[in-house]
């Protein structure tokens, strides 16, 4: 609908003899009584003609020719545009929804572009969280919303398996090993507190017995480290299994440190003038690139920082020769951003090349009552914990309900209402009533095949209509979440779909006597179904036959 209503503008507009014309915004207006789209392309106009806004839309509106697509075309002050749809056109589109299916659904934006996105990157020094989890739900959303555009995604896991955070975690270990054993041995002050590490140091001792008994932690770290954090990482590939997520490639830091990239890394912008020595530290002059201090790469005491594994870590992202990468990061590192977009530059690309998304914590509820959650003290709610309790598409869904900078409220007890209060059953009881439909008018022996070739002139009522006009909005939707890297559109157009056509369906029956107006009624709902399935495809949601 939004194209052709493009189309038709550009042939008025040179109608009229405008040839440059502005990008034509074309957006859904608030109510139904502006009509079903409205533009501003009158407005935009102005100071190119010299005219009042509402004099060019007049011209504009005058001048178009294909009035066939339009039921009727109003002007409001102080120059929209606002288009009603002919029934006819409605109905030519809805059955070219139903024989092109995705075709239709979906826009080749991407073209081919090599897209990689980087999300979860958890430390692998406990479990994953409910932020983790949303993070994980929109990186895959994401990266499913773009492959669908036509980009090619890879998507990444960075692993952060060296520094402190990790020796940390053995230190942590070790303590409660030596303390299964009967040896008083001090826990660690900013040591890890779950009953995680408990386990681990327990299953240790299972397999070494008292073989680490007499020795200190500077002498065995290496097993201690590496069998902790294997065994979380382990976890967290577990999890995020059973929680449907699946990465193409895993980034281990360690990794770089042994191979040289974070020496390379550092002796590339070394020669670019770009590395400097001060107060005994090395330092990346980052303020060349706007960034608003330079930064410490490599401590007075010779130890790297984190922001030199990054650094190391970003070199080989752009080596790869992506068109663009993006970083799904918790919203507690926005001030990483102007840092790591100075790195791009300084590798000689734009930094524009980096998008950063920040994804804001969850609060966990139980009945309205917040749960308190601490990763330190072990005093948390895994996001494996909520998986086996809500299911999987039931804490995807609503991680997916609100921008991913917005703050997000997660009651368990609404996430198992079987509802309208739940919105993921919502939606799949949808499609799930419109499996039953079809069942049914098999089982009475009425033909479902070619609905395409229906008398759509029969799916007159207002309700029916309204709802053909939200299933065509679909690819505008689409094209609006790829631009915006927002998946969480498509779970909103969604929802609203579905509360239209639940009412629908309670108010109307589908199948009747009526052969005709049955298989019209058919068609439609085959319609709503490849819609539905098309969304819930893209957010990794299952589409349950029976509810």
Avoid at 23 to 35: K, N, Y
Avoid at 85 to 109: A, H, N, V
Avoid at 153 to 162: K, L, S
Avoid at 281 to 290: L, M, P, V
Wanted: glycine content about 6%; overall charge negative.
């Amino acid at each position: 609908m939004k194209k052709d209503i493009i189309r038709i503008i550009k042939d008025s507009a040179s109608t009229l003899g405008i040839e440059t014309i502005p990008a034509i915004e074309i957006e859904v207006p608030p109510g139904e009584s502006f009509g079903d789209m409205s533009t501003t392309v009158a407005m935009s106009l102005t100071k190119i003609l010299k005219k009042p806004p509402r004099k060019i839309a007049e011209e504009l509106v005058h001048a178009i020719q294909d009035t066939s697509v339009f039921e009727k075309i109003d002007i409001a002050d102080p120059g929209f545009i606002n288009f009603t749809f002919s029934k006819e056109y409605l109905y030519t589109e809805m059955k070219k929804l139903i024989i092109e299916k995705e075709q239709f659904l979906r826009e080749d934006i991407g073209q081919g572009e090599k897209v990689q996105i980087e999300f979860i990157s958890a430390n692998p020094t406990g479990p994953l969280h409910l932020g983790h989890g949303r993070g994980a739900a929109l990186g895959a959303a994401l990266s499913n919303l773009l492959r669908a555009a036509g980009y090619q995604v890879e998507r990444e896991y960075y692993i952060n398996d060296a520094g402190k955070q990790v020796k940390l975690l053995g230190l942590s270990v070790f303590a409660r090993y030596q303390q299964l054993l009967g040896r008083s041995y001090p826990f660690p002050e900013e040591g890890y507190r779950g009953e995680y590490i408990k386990d681990i140091a327990q299953a240790i001792r299972k397999e070494n017995d008292e073989k680490y008994l007499t020795s200190e932690f500077d002498e065995v770290s290496d097993f201690f480290i590496d069998y902790s954090y294997e065994t979380i990482l382990s976890d967290i590939k577990r999890d995020l299994h059973e929680f449907g997520i699946t990465l193409d490639t895993w980034q281990s830091e360690r990794e770089m440190y042994r191979t040289g990239d974070v020496e390379r890394a550092i002796e590339d912008l070394r020669e670019k003038g770009l590395i400097y020595e001060k107060e005994g530290a090395i330092w990346f002059k980052s303020t060349a690139f706007g960034d608003d201090k330079d930064r410490v790469i490599i401590k007075q005491d010779g130890e790297y920082t984190y922001f030199s594994s990054d650094i190391a870590y970003h070199r080989k992202k752009v080596e790869k020769r992506y068109d663009e990468l993006i970083d799904i990061w918790g919203a507690d590192h926005h001030g990483y951003i102007p840092r790591l977009k100075a790195v791009i530059e300084a590798f000689g690309y734009p930094e524009k090349k980096l998008k950063v998304i920040l994804v804001q914590m969850v609060t966990l509820l139980r009945g309205g009552k917040p749960v308190q959650m601490s990763k330190r003290t072990g005093d948390f709610v895994t996001l494996k914990e909520v998986i086996d309790e809500v299911g999987s598409d039931t804490t995807k869904f609503i991680f997916l309900t609100r921008r991913s900078d917005s703050h997000l409220e997660f009651d368990i007890e609404v996430a198992k209402a079987q509802s309208s209060e739940n919105p993921v059953f919502y939606v799949q009881y949808a499609n799930a009533r419109i499996n039953s439909i079809f069942n049914h008018a098999k089982g009475k022996g009425l033909y479902t095949e070619r609905l395409f070739d229906v008398d759509f002139r029969l799916l007159s009522l207002s309700e029916e209509l309204r709802i053909i006009k939200k299933l065509l909005l679909y690819p505008m939707i689409f094209e609006g979440a790829v631009h915006t890297c927002e998946p969480h559109r498509i779970t909103s157009y969604l929802q609203e779909l579905s509360g239209l056509f639940h009412p629908y369906y309670n108010k109307y029956r589908v199948i009747s006597d009526d052969i005709e107006q049955s298989r019209a009624r058919l068609a439609f709902c085959e319609a709503l179904r490849i819609v539905l399935r098309e969304g819930l495809e893209i957010l990794g949601i299952s589409t349950p036959e029976k509810m």
